[in-house]
Structure formats: C-alpha cells, structure tokens
C-alpha cells in the first residue's frame, strides 16, 4: 500500500508540473504566432481544462501526503484518532512542502476563478468608444497579472518538486 501512495503521490506531481512545464515552454511560445482571434479561444480552453486537471493533481498530491503520513510499516492505517498533518520531528522540508502546495493551490484558483474569466470578458455590444478602451485596459491587466501569475506558479511547482527529491525532504510511500 505504501509503495501505491507513492507512485499516486510522484503521478500527481509530475501531471502538475508536466502540465506547468507544457504552459510555459509549449503554449506561450506557440500562441504568439497565432492570430488573435484564435489565441483567445485556444486560451480560454486551455486555462478551463488546466484548472480541473491542476487542482485534481493538487487534491491527489494531498490525498496521498495524508494517505503516506496515515500508513504504517504494514501497509494499514497506523494511527488511530485525529491525524497529524505534520509530525513534530518533520523539520522544514515538510513545512516548506505543505507552503508550496497552499502556495499552489491558491495560485491555480485565482488564475481559474478570478484572472482567467476577466482576461476573456466581452463587452456589450451598444456600449461606447470609453466603455471599449475601459474593458480593454481591464483585459490586458487581468493577463499581465496572469502572465506573471503563471511564472510564479512555475517557479513553486519545481521547487516543491526539488523539495521531494532533497536527500532531507518529505517522504511519501516507498520512500518513507
């Protein structure tokens, strides 16, 4: 059982930082080369899709954390009562973890539910030359903010991966 949390707990970190990965080094290079029109569409269907897949892969890197701090050397529940979240004696690598995960966590559910729907707003179709410019601006803040948003998840995601691969960092599963 313990090796399963751990193959659960490596898949969702490497679907969540593939995923990032992809963002950055695939999609923002290809979508400056595509016509506007179609940037925004592929924009909107991309963030839609990621957030799901983004916080699935967050709530399975959670659900094993749980899962591998739960289960003892026989592969069966080994505390009994109220499950610590971190052990006394964990040290910083696992409080550095769990920062990054709620670091992520928050990040992907601002991007989905606050930037992503306001980078994609229209406008009403009878509204002015000010309300169009007003609407514009509001656009193109809401994705410099997301740009760098982006980056910054970037980063997070490869240092809680380079936290789980320190020679003192948290083990899950097998590796606990």
Do not use: K, N
Not at 91 to 112: D, E, F, H, K, Y
Not at 137 to 160: I, K, P, T, W
């Amino acid at each position: 059982m313990r090796v399963f949390v751990g193959f659960v707990f490596t898949l969702a970190w490497a679907l969540y930082l593939g995923g990032a990965l992809a963002m950055e080094l695939v999609w923002r290079p290809v979508h400056h080369d595509l016509p506007p029109a179609q940037t925004g569409v592929m924009c909107q269907r991309m963030g839609r899709r990621w957030r799901w897949m983004a916080l699935g892969a967050l709530g399975l890197v959670a659900v094993a954390w749980w899962g591998g701090r739960t289960l003892g050397g026989h592969g069966v529940l080994a505390v009994r009562g109220p499950v610590p979240v971190l052990p006394p004696a964990s040290g910083w690598p696992v409080i550095a973890m769990v920062a990054c995960w709620v670091s992520l966590a928050g990040l992907v559910i601002a991007m989905g539910v606050l930037l992503h729907p306001r980078s994609h707003a229209r406008w009403p179709a009878g509204a002015g030359p000010s309300a169009h410019a007003s609407a514009r601006r509001r656009r193109l803040r809401a994705m410099r903010v997301m740009e760098v948003l982006l980056r910054l998840e970037l980063v997070v995601a490869l240092s809680g991966a380079a936290l789980v691969v320190l020679p003192g960092g948290p083990r899950v599963g097998w590796a606990a």
